[in-house]
Structure formats: structure tokens, C-alpha cells
């Protein structure tokens, strides 16, 4: 039998690590839209120091012939952006320790759940690989291919992380009544979790679009960066009323079949508020001239959105009625 008391304390350091890796998401996407991914040239080092400098003048004098000898032309320093990128490292570095802890505590399910303790030290081993993969997006330069590929294993991070701490949790899952629930809505769960990762996708190739294009404008004039859109943006623009309506729907039927205080409902509302928040940002960025702010923040309620969507699975797939297989 597992110590109640450190279970618990495993439940709320895993939250806590899901929530610090959904924050990393977040800073990177501001690193990201701000264009201040370059801040610092080289790493782990900041332009050579582990502190990274806050004026011009502390650099040596030929440091652009240092980083354009290194393949980093044009490299000009920017405290802003540097500090920028420089915070993004250091709350990296805080999560990977998080998630160090993660993996050590779950060593109490050696012996009642191994898998627990093994996908604990999996994710452990892909943040690792995360931090060698985010040195190499600054040598590829940002290439927006590594750029994505960075992001896409921070969203299998965080599912992975979902998953190991609701699968220790799964005696309190067990709890929760889904008798309601019906074939054609597991069905219809599995459907929406698809268009997210679809939208996701897409989002991702639109991203990687308005990189080539903010780096053609130089990060100004965002308001013209609209006129070059491709195709793929207003499919995933359409798209998202039928992801909206979808998960209305999985919203709708939980509300009218459980009671206020029940943890399905809690999670479906948090859902809708995660769609529609990502909706409103995303009509910000088609109308309002692509503001920087509004980038993230449609980052991370994607994120989000899947996450939710996927615990919501695994209430269902741990309560007192299995889902189909």
C-alpha cells in the first residue's frame, strides 16, 4: 500500500511540474513572438558569460566578427531580448529541476506500479533531450523546423506528465461516476482530441509561415503581414468553429448528467473557457494587426485545450466505467 501522505505529495509536485512546463510553453512563445530567440547566440553561455551582459560596452569590441566567424551574421546585442531568452533558459532549468523531483518521488510506486515510476523517468529523460534539442535550435539559427519540433515534444512532455500523475491518482479516479457516459461520447471525446492535435498542426505550418514573414519585415509593420498569409491560415481560422462546437457539445453532456460538484464538470467548463479565450486570440491576431501579446497566449491555450481534453480521457478511462478500447 502507498502512504496516502505521499501520494499526495507526488499528486501536487507532478500539478505543479504540469503547470511549470505549460509556463515554459508560455515564455517560449513570447521569446518566440518577440523575435528575441537569437538574444543570446550561443549556449549555455550568454554571449560567452553565465550571466548574460546588460549594455553593449561589456561585450569585446569585435564580437560581430566573433558570432558572424561562428555562422551568427548580423548578431547585435539587445538587452531586452537577451534577458529575454536568458529568463526563458533559467525557467527551463527551474522546470527540468521539478521534474527531477517528480521522478524521485515516484519511487514509492516501484513496488504497487512500476509503469508510474518508469513514465516518471521517461519524461525525465525527453526533458533532457528537450534541453540538448533546445541547443540546437540556436545553432540551426532558428530554423523554423527545429522551432517546431522543440514545441511539439514539450506538448508530448506535458501529456506524458498528465498521464503518469492521473494513473498514480487512479484509486480517486475510480471514484468518479460515468454510467451516463455513452459509446457515441467517448467516440466523440477521442474525435475532438484529433482536431486538436489537426489544429495544433496546422497552427504550427501557419506559425512557421509568419516566422519567414516577420523576419521579412523585421519584426515591424505587423499589420501588413496579413497580405501574405497562406491558404493553410484561414483553413485553420474555419476550423476552430468546428473544434468549438465539438467540444460545446462534450461540455453540454457532461453538464446535464453530473452534479455541480463532480470533477468532469469542473474540467469541461475550464475547456470551454480554454477554446473560447484561444478564439478570441486568435481573432486579435487576425484583426488587430498581429499583436505580439496575443501569440502566446494562442500557444498556450492550444496547449492547454489538448491537455484538458486528454485528462478528461483519462477520468473516463480510470472511473467506475471503462471506455471502450
Not at 550568454?46 to 550571466?51: L, N, V
Not at 452534479?259 to 484583426?287: E, F, Q, Y
Request: net charge positive; hydrophobic share 50%.
Amino acid at each position: 500500500m502507498i502512504d496516502p501522505q505521499a501520494a499526495a505529495r507526488f499528486r501536487r509536485l507532478g500539478t505543479l511540474t504540469i503547470f511549470a512546463v505549460y509556463f515554459v510553453i508560455l515564455v517560449g512563445g513570447i521569446v518566440r513572438a518577440s523575435g528575441a530567440g537569437m538574444g543570446c547566440p550561443d549556449w549555455p553561455t550568454c554571449f560567452g558569460q553565465w550571466i548574460p551582459p546588460t549594455h553593449e560596452s561589456q561585450l569585446p569590441a569585435n564580437y560581430h566578427e566573433i558570432y558572424a566567424a561562428r555562422g551568427y551574421e548580423n548578431t547585435a546585442f539587445n538587452p531586452v531580448k537577451t534577458w529575454t531568452e536568458y529568463t526563458n533558459r533559467l525557467i527551463g532549468v527551474s522546470t527540468g529541476i521539478l521534474i527531477i523531483l517528480t521522478a524521485w518521488s515516484s519511487r514509492i510506486y516501484l513496488k504497487s506500479d512500476k509503469p508510474t515510476f518508469y513514465l516518471a523517468v521517461l519524461a525525465l529523460l525527453l526533458v533532457s533531450f528537450q534541453g540538448w534539442l533546445g541547443s540546437a535550435v540556436v545553432a540551426s539559427n532558428l530554423k523554423p523546423l527545429m522551432i517546431t519540433l522543440h514545441m511539439l515534444l514539450a506538448l508530448f512532455i506535458v501529456a506524458l506528465l498528465i498521464y503518469t500523475i492521473s494513473r498514480s491518482q487512479k484509486t480517486l479516479l475510480a471514484q468518479i461516476d460515468t454510467n451516463w457516459a455513452s459509446p457515441r461520447f467517448a467516440l466523440i471525446l477521442k474525435i475532438a482530441m484529433a482536431m486538436t492535435l489537426l489544429q495544433i498542426t496546422m497552427g504550427v505550418q501557419v506559425r512557421e509561415t509568419i516566422d519567414y514573414i516577420a523576419h521579412e519585415h523585421s519584426y515591424i509593420d505587423r499589420e501588413y503581414w496579413r497580405d501574405s498569409f497562406p491558404i493553410i491560415f484561414y483553413v485553420h481560422r474555419s476550423f476552430s468553429s468546428l473544434i468549438l462546437f465539438t467540444n460545446l457539445w462534450l461540455a453540454w453532456t457532461i453538464r446535464k448528467n453530473v452534479d455541480k460538484s463532480n470533477l468532469l464538470l469542473k474540467i469541461a467548463h475550464t475547456l470551454m473557457g480554454l477554446i473560447v479565450t484561444a478564439i478570441l486570440a486568435g481573432v486579435s491576431l487576425d484583426r488587430l494587426g498581429f499583436p505580439a501579446v496575443a501569440q502566446p497566449v494562442h500557444l498556450l491555450m492550444a496547449n492547454l485545450i489538448f491537455g484538458a481534453q486528454f485528462f478528461l480521457f483519462i477520468c473516463l478511462h480510470y472511473s467506475s466505467r471503462k471506455m471502450p478500447q
